[in-house]
């Protein structure tokens, strides 16, 4: 996609107030060069059908034609760390059982009983054998078949033929993938270029700290949408614009499956029209953020030093304390702004160095609801093992984000806040159609792109 881009059209297609790649030049150590590329193309205007959203025959071409044929982020490996740990993963009409093998490897079996069609578990676990609740068919954990009682009843059924069908599994930075059809791209060339950028932030190392959930009354995509631009921010969040460079964000679109929004804070944004000290902006940063600086915490800005600079210089030393090795090649950029990537369709890992915020989205069960999660990676010291996963807290219809999250989770709220009247709009729209930004919701038009390539008959 980079080759086809048009310089003229991308450097008209900017904010003009604040350019990310600026605060980028004025870093105290160099930016990796990989974040000052531009991979901007022009992206066409047409409108786009609400019935994307809200159509039942649409979700089941998605059901059909997409989610067989990508890689899905299934479980993370800390979640099952040892021989025989299996985790149910279900997404989009489909079951599988992640189940940790002897020698270290993970295969996903289709979680359905080859007797009568029982799925064989409901829950994560720790397994000497996978048996059907029902009638007792038990399989080793290799998918290979142990037992059927009754066997006499049974000789029409040939063992070599009773394996549990499998998915393919891919394995990268502590994720677990699985692309229920053969073929197609392998993981890395699916990924590219996020395992060469990571290479940088290094998720092997990390592990999930916190784990939220919660069912939202609207289309997964449009829930996915409204973590792809900080177009929002103006209406949605406005109290984190003292330090948001929203209009700022940098969107860059690299292959079919991956792009990325780089929103930088400790800057003002430019809908602001009054002049903040850099003192009250960090101070408004850790008000409103708990992401990147814990609750609590109070940063001086010395004389002559910028918000961005006074927060990276504590983030430096605070995470480098924590990781037990030395950060200072680490980017200011690299130690507070939002370095969004999202892997098609349903992936969104934040970058950087401090502890990473990971999306998930899936369809729960159909074009009306979504599961939304929510989890936090933090990082391990080097040489020192992976602590399991926090079990995933799925919260109720009433429960709020913040009740969990704090600040972090009331900005979630107010996203959440904007969903079910975005589902329920659409529908009620006279025209069904959506009209999107040209530069800032590039990269939902460019999720339609790809899911387009999916659908074509
Ligand atoms: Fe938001």
Known sequence: MNDDKDPTEQAKGR???LSWNDLAASDTRQVPLFLLEDAAPAMPSTPLSTERYTSAAFFDAE????WPNVWQFAAREEEMLEPGAVVVYENAGRSYLLTRQVDGSVRAFHNVCLHRGRKLRTANGQVDELRCPYHAFTWYTDG???QIPCRWDFEHLQDADMRLPEAQVGRWQGYIFVKEAAGGPSLEEYLAPLPEHFMRWNHAQRYTSTWVAKVVPA???ATAEAFMEA???????PQIMPFTGDTGTKYNLYSEHVNLAITPFGITSPHMTEELGPQEVVDAFLRYNS???PEGTSIEVKDGQSARQAMAEFNRQRISDMVGCNLDHAADAELQDALTYNVFPNFSPWGGFAPSVVYRWRPWPDQEHTLMEVRYLTP????????????MRMLGPDESWSSVLGVQGAIFDQDMGNLPHVQAGMKASKNQLLNLSRYQESRIRHFHQTLDKYLKP
């Not at 059901?63 to 997409?66: E, G, I, L, P």
Request: proline share 17%; net charge positive.
């Open 15 to 17: 904010c003009p107030d």
């Open 63 to 66: 059901v059909q034609k997409m």
């Open 144 to 146: 290979s078949l142990k």
């Open 219 to 221: 289309n997964w995509k």
């Open 231 to 237: 177009f929002h921010v103006i209406a949605t969040h």
């Open 291 to 293: 992401r990147v600086i």
């Open 380 to 391: 391990v010291p080097e040489g020192k093992p992976l602590p399991p996963a926090v079990p």
